[in-house]
């Protein structure tokens, strides 16, 4: 689940282009990497929501039957695009969100982190990849190579050392997640099982190589793998594979760059184990990134990081091994990835109806009284959550701003009638005129963007060229202005707080 800011895009999720390589498409399956087209129909503008142990809110029947009112007499601007349970989901879910009382980071960073356990047909294996010191260097040069002014790089100079004992390399946790096909809905982990049992239990179910290097979603600062067990679990199945679902660090405790030095050792975990890893060494063409919301945007990050490290030659050590080049994985699946942490554009205010997270005004007011606590707001100040301010229009944290993707694997994209609709369409419609190979595989074999209309599935075929009219130009002054107006760079949800309550909301509703 992420809870970033959506954007929206006509009556659909936007393309569902997915890799012409037949190969990359027959091994990962990435027609089903994010969400199935019965499940875009109602879910494919909302990143994945799963439910927690928390209890559940109290019935919200007033606003679910003055909404299904509305929608049966189509008086609501809802219903003119969306299904009845669509509209209901965004209305209750909104209804948690947009409170009056905002907790504190701190505060709802506990109330999400809470792990109501293992149960139902999932395995799970938890692995922690010893920290490497040297990884911090190379991400180090990286950003700097990526400082396209000398003012910029020495911004990020100064930055970088101030903020270093923040993002100093350690210790990284992920989950190994597989499909548990013998097991009921309440059944339990065996008892007695060590951490390296229940992975090779895990592999005795493991039918291809495909492994989902797995990013959840939480605006950088909320949510955990445990939170997100049923999105890899569906993952898993879905393709025969597993995942490797990274308990990356979280802001604000943890500023930009630790996410992305943390990715950066999960993948070269999978590539390269380190001594008492349970795993065997993965190959990457057997490797797909992915995640949703902040989840999207950390994938494409470490993809992004990884063809800096190729342009400027830089080897990377790892536990005293030393590579001259890290291979790229075979592609990159993301849902709703959240390109520009400054929200820029249009679609983050003109979208808000069909969204379940308010605007951009309404973000700022909110985040403007939320609870004071030690994580926030930092010291020394700053006004984005995830990055301190000399990053924020880095090309590593709003990928927006990103030169190149060239050399780049298989893209698989998806997004919908959300907030972060016109940045995602705008990295489309990039990563199309870069050459990257990404769009929708057909039984022709052909390779074209569609998109897929939510009430009948139908595909309709889509001119890349049409899909955003922003030139580089002015998505770089658009960026700036934003920053230069002095607003706070917004978190993905004002109220977080709500957010806990909401998800079980939305599971409920699901179900309708």
Not at 265 to 294: K, M, N, R
Not at 379 to 400: E, M, N
Not at 492 to 502: F, N
Request: hydrophobic share 40%; with cysteine; aromatic share 8%.
């Amino acid at each position: 689940m992420g809870m970033g800011c959506r954007g929206q895009f006509s009556n659909t999720t936007l393309p569902d282009p997915r890799p012409s390589d037949s190969a990359f498409n027959d091994r990962l399956r990435a027609q089903h990497l994010i969400s199935s087209p019965q499940a875009a129909s109602h879910h494919g503008h909302r990143r994945h929501l799963q439910a927690t142990a928390l209890p559940l809110p109290p019935p919200q029947n007033p606003l679910i039957a003055r909404t299904a009112l509305l929608h049966a007499l189509h008086l609501s601007q809802q219903s003119k695009y969306l299904d009845l349970r669509t509209e209901l989901i965004i209305a209750v879910t909104r209804s948690y969100i947009n409170t009056s009382q905002h907790r504190s980071i701190s505060s709802t960073q506990k109330l999400l982190a809470h792990d109501p356990g293992i149960q139902g047909k999932i395995w799970i294996s938890k692995y922690a990849s010893p920290a490497e010191p040297a990884l911090k260097d190379a991400v180090a040069s990286a950003i700097r190579g990526l400082s396209t002014t000398p003012s910029a790089r020495q911004q990020a100079e100064a930055e970088l050392q101030q903020t270093s004992t923040s993002w100093e390399p350690a210790a990284v946790e992920a989950e190994w997640t597989g499909y548990r096909a013998a097991a009921t809905h309440k059944s339990r982990p065996p008892e007695g099982m060590s951490e390296r049992d229940r992975y090779d239990a895990m592999m005795g179910e493991v039918k291809t190589p495909v492994t989902v290097l797995y990013f959840h979603g939480g605006a950088y600062w909320l949510m955990d793998p445990a939170t997100h067990r049923a999105t890899t679990k569906k993952l898993a199945k879905l393709t025969g594979g597993r995942c490797y679902s990274v308990r990356y660090r979280l802001a604000p405790q943890h500023a930009f760059p630790a996410a992305l030095i943390d990715a950066l050792a999960s993948y070269l975990t999978l590539l390269y184990p380190p001594p008492g890893a349970f795993h065997e060494a993965v190959q990457p063409e057997d490797i797909v990134f992915s995640g949703e919301s902040a989840g999207g945007n950390l994938s494409l990050a470490l993809l992004q990081l990884l063809l800096q490290l190729r342009r400027q030659s830089l080897p990377i050590t790892w536990h005293s091994h030393t590579y001259p080049s890290i291979p790229l994985p075979a592609g990159v699946a993301v849902n709703s990835p959240w390109m520009d942490i400054t929200q820029s554009l249009p679609s983050c205010e003109t979208n808000a109806p069909f969204d379940y997270l308010p605007g951009l005004a309404a973000q700022d007011a909110a985040n403007s009284t939320r609870a004071v606590c030690a994580a926030w707001p930092s010291t020394p100040p700053r006004r984005s959550i995830y990055a301190p301010d000399a990053f924020v229009t880095h090309p590593l944290v709003t990928l927006l701003l990103a030169d190149s993707w060239a050399g780049s694997p298989p893209l698989y994209l998806c997004t919908g009638w959300e907030l972060l609709a016109d940045e995602d369409k705008y990295t489309a419609k990039k990563f199309w005129g870069m050459g990257c190979g990404w769009c929708l595989r057909r039984g022709d074999g052909a390779s074209r963007f569609t998109l897929v209309k939510a009430r009948t599935l139908e595909e309709v075929s889509l001119d890349p060229e049409g899909l955003s009219p922003y030139t580089k130009e002015t998505i770089k002054e658009r960026v700036e202005q934003r920053v230069r107006m002095g607003a706070g760079v917004p978190v993905e949800g004002p109220a977080g707080e709500g957010v806990a309550e909401s998800v079980v909301a939305m599971e409920g509703m699901a179900k309708l």
